[in-house]
């Protein structure tokens, strides 16, 4: 499920694995790089201040400047997200809801993404779409499922 009503960008799967396991694909630097962006010093505590780099290929890459926001351990986490040297401001959501033992609903939010400069179509809601898509639908559940 995609939604973009109000501006955020929506999507929700049920992942085959319990919410412990995607916690710790959410939190833990070690298992963050296996899937998601390389953050060595990442704390899933509310007021710290990381950073990383990713982009478009080898050609551009952009800082991610982030602060976590919201911890619920298991449940929520929630995280600012802008880039170093562009106006704009997002608030990012993981949120997880156990079905069984071994499924997981995992909703990602984005809002706050029309906030970043419409002349860099880098930073277009659409790369959003296909990104967030790649690691909700093949990264994160293939990393979690598979072990």
Known sequence: MVLMENNPLVIE??????????????TDPEEMKEWYFDIP???AEVGFQFQFS??????KSYV?????????????????????GYGGN????????????DKT???????????????????APGNFVV??????????PDFVEGE
Not at 54 to 59: C, L, T
Not at 90 to 101: G, M, Y
Not at 108 to 114: Q, S
Request: charged content about 20%; overall charge negative.
């Open 13 to 26: 799967r049920i992942i085959h694995a319990p919410a412990a396991a995607i916690w710790s694909a959410l």
């Open 105 to 123: 609903i995992v909703r990602l939010t984005h809002a706050g993404l029309l906030s970043f400069p419409i002349e860099n179509p880098d930073l």
């Open 54 to 59: 990713a982009g478009e290929g080898q050609d």
């Open 64 to 84: 991610h400047l982030c602060e976590v926001l919201e911890v619920v351990p298991e449940t929520k986490l929630s995280y600012s997200w802008r880039y170093e």
């Open 90 to 101: 997002s608030i990012l959501t993981f949120e997880l809801k156990p079905v069984s033992n």
């Open 131 to 140: 990104g967030w898509n790649y690691f909700m639908g093949t990264g994160l």
């Open 41 to 43: 010093d990442f704390r």
